[in-house]
Structure formats: structure tokens, C-alpha cells
């Protein structure tokens, strides 16, 4: 790893945009997004049909993280938060004060990873409950920055999201 690699974790029915717009602003200034899923390699589809190859699980990257990790909502983290690895792999990235994003209903794999105690967060306004039983401070806002933790509600907000992705990644 160079130190500019970005892992955005995928199961099926990852929500697009959620998943495209941090990939592609990634890359525009010069992060290299890596596609992790628990079963690698491997062709998932978004909920909207757009495809993204798998090339990395969350067991190749344990021993040499990424700088930070993003989780993308939509249906696919009740999926991710079903594999112990790809949890591991959260509580690690958490562990090691690297940079982690989630987005929408990516905030449920913050809790089954056990990080949100005194956090500031948010999320979609469904698992709310779910992230206040976790022990954090739940606020409805479009950006919710709690050290090196990021949250954001929705796609909408995913200018703000991305925005204060590549900021924190910027003061590392």
C-alpha cells in the first residue's frame, strides 16, 4: 500500500451513487479506491444495476490498511454486517485510527463493529435507534465529522460526505 488507497466496502445491492461519487472524487485527487468485499474476486451489482468488481477481501488487507474506509448504504450493509471479516476488518480500521466514512444505512456495520460509544454521528433516520442503543450521540445533519469517524444521512448529502472525507484524509 502507497498510503493513498481507499477501501469502499461492497455486497449486493450497494447503493450507487453512494458507492460512484466518493470513487470517482477519490481518484480526482489522487487516492486509489479499492473495491472489498467478503468474497473477492467477485462481480456485485448495485441497486440500481451498475456493476463494480470485487478485487480485495478484508483478509488481504489485515496485515497493511488502507488509510481509510468507506461504507456505502443501501441494502448491502445488513449483508456486510453479516461477515465477521468484513466487521473485523471495521473494528480494525477503528483500532488503528484510520479514517472511516458510512453513509446512509452503512452505519449499521458501525454498530454490529462495536466503535460508536461517544461518537457524534448520523445516518439514514432508520437506524437511528440502532446507533443510540450503540452508545452514540445521534444528530440529524448532512455531515457529522467525530475525529477520524465521518457519517452522513443520505444521498443528497454526499457532496458534504465526500467533502469532509477528503479533508480529514488530507490532515493524516
Not at 458507492?19 to 456485485?44: K, Q, S, T
Not at 473494528?91 to 453513509?103: F, Y
Not at 445516518?123 to 437511528?128: A, E, V
Request: charged residues 20%; contains cysteine.
Amino acid at each position: 500500500m502507497t498510503g493513498r488507497e481507499v477501501a469502499i466496502l461492497v455486497e449486493e445491492n450497494f447503493n450507487d451513487l453512494e458507492f460512484w461519487y466518493p470513487y470517482y472524487r477519490l481518484i480526482e485527487e489522487g487516492f486509489f479506491p479499492i473495491v472489498v468485499a467478503p468474497v473477492a474476486p467477485r462481480h456485485y451489482m448495485g441497486k440500481y444495476n451498475t456493476a463494480v468488481d470485487a478485487t480485495y477481501s478484508p483478509q488481504s488487507l489485515m496485515e497493511n490498511l488502507p488509510s481509510a474506509v468507506i461504507i456505502p448504504g443501501g441494502w448491502a450493509p445488513d449483508k456486510l454486517r453479516m461477515s465477521v471479516e468484513i466487521v473485523s476488518l471495521v473494528a480494525e480500521m477503528h483500532r488503528t485510527r484510520k479514517v472511516i466514512a458510512s453513509i446512509c444505512h452503512g452505519g449499521s456495520v458501525l454498530v454490529s463493529a462495536g466503535i460508536l460509544q461517544g461518537h457524534q454521528v448520523t445516518s439514514f433516520p432508520s437506524i437511528k435507534d440502532d446507533m443510540q442503543c450503540a452508545g452514540a450521540i445521534w444528530v440529524d445533519e448532512p455531515v457529522v465529522i467525530s475525529d477520524k469517524l465521518i457519517t452522513s444521512r443520505k444521498p443528497s448529502d454526499l457532496p458534504f460526505f465526500t467533502k469532509a472525507i477528503l479533508e480529514v484524509l488530507g490532515k493524516k
